[in-house]
């Protein structure tokens, strides 16, 4: 079936130490997002691609980067994890002109 | 003000009961609305767009009032399985996606 898929599932990092969380799709589409979410609070946009058109939002801190290879993969990058970031990151696609976004399974970050 | 805001419940109710959730925005320029249910610990998933002449799915109506700047969400019949976050979604165009916190709902046997 076609799907979004995040690795790793769980992740545990250490404070400081630079993280990676991996999302790829087979859906096809040419947007995808990533969003943190806290819990029992709303998912938060922290950026999108539109193809290889990276679009970051105003308050997302520096230490989150990413990386779109290709179409099918994109990456979160945390520079250096604060306890603050723990969190679920969501990863999403949509196709453009569609406004229907379909979720990854997500990934909880852990930070000690 | 957050910029989608919803009542985060919980809403306690009994299997057959009729459960409406609110749900207002600040930003005008939002062009498109949605509903997405969030299971615990689970990932958002759409369940319905919004329609400026409101629209319903099976046990599901949402309405939209631009001029309030207000949507809401109508469950009939509530089923256990209905029981689940309900997150709101405004989206201004250029993939800006905004949302609510969401609103819990429990259906009790």
């Known amino acids: 079936d076609a799907m979004v898929i995040q690795n790793p599932r769980y992740q545990v990092t250490q404070f400081g130490k630079p993280v990676t969380l991996s999302c790829s799709q087979t859906l096809n589409h040419n947007v995808m997002y990533w969003y943190q979410q806290k819990s029992s609070q709303a998912p938060k946009l922290l950026f999108h691609?539109?193809?290889?058109?990276?679009?970051n939002e105003a308050d997302t801190p520096d230490n989150f980067q990413s990386r779109r290879p290709n179409t099918s993969f994109c990456f979160l990058d945390i520079r250096s994890p604060g306890l603050g970031d723990a969190a679920m990151y969501l990863c999403?696609?949509?196709?453009?002109?569609?406004?229907?976004?379909?979720f990854g399974p997500g990934t909880r970050l852990t930070v000690t | 003000r957050k910029e989608v805001e919803q009542d985060p419940g919980p809403f306690n109710v009994p299997e057959g009961a009729t459960v409406a959730f609110n749900c207002t925005y600040s930003n005008s320029a939002s062009q498109s609305f949605f509903w997405y249910r969030q299971d615990c610990r689970k990932e958002p998933k759409l369940l319905m767009s919004?329609?400026?002449s409101g629209n319903e799915d099976g046990r599901f109506t949402a309405q939209l009032n631009r001029a309030s700047q207000y949507i809401s969400l109508l469950i009939r019949d509530s089923k256990l399985s209905d029981s689940a976050t309900y997150l709101c979604?405004?989206?201004?165009?250029?993939?800006?996606?905004?949302f609510g916190a969401g609103t819990r709902l429990f259906v009790k046997a």
């Open positions: 691609y539109y193809d290889k058109d990276f679009n």
């Open positions: 919004v329609y400026s």
């Open positions: 999403a696609t949509s196709e453009q002109g569609e406004n229907e976004q379909y």
């Open positions: 979604v405004a989206d201004t165009g250029g993939f800006k996606t905004i």
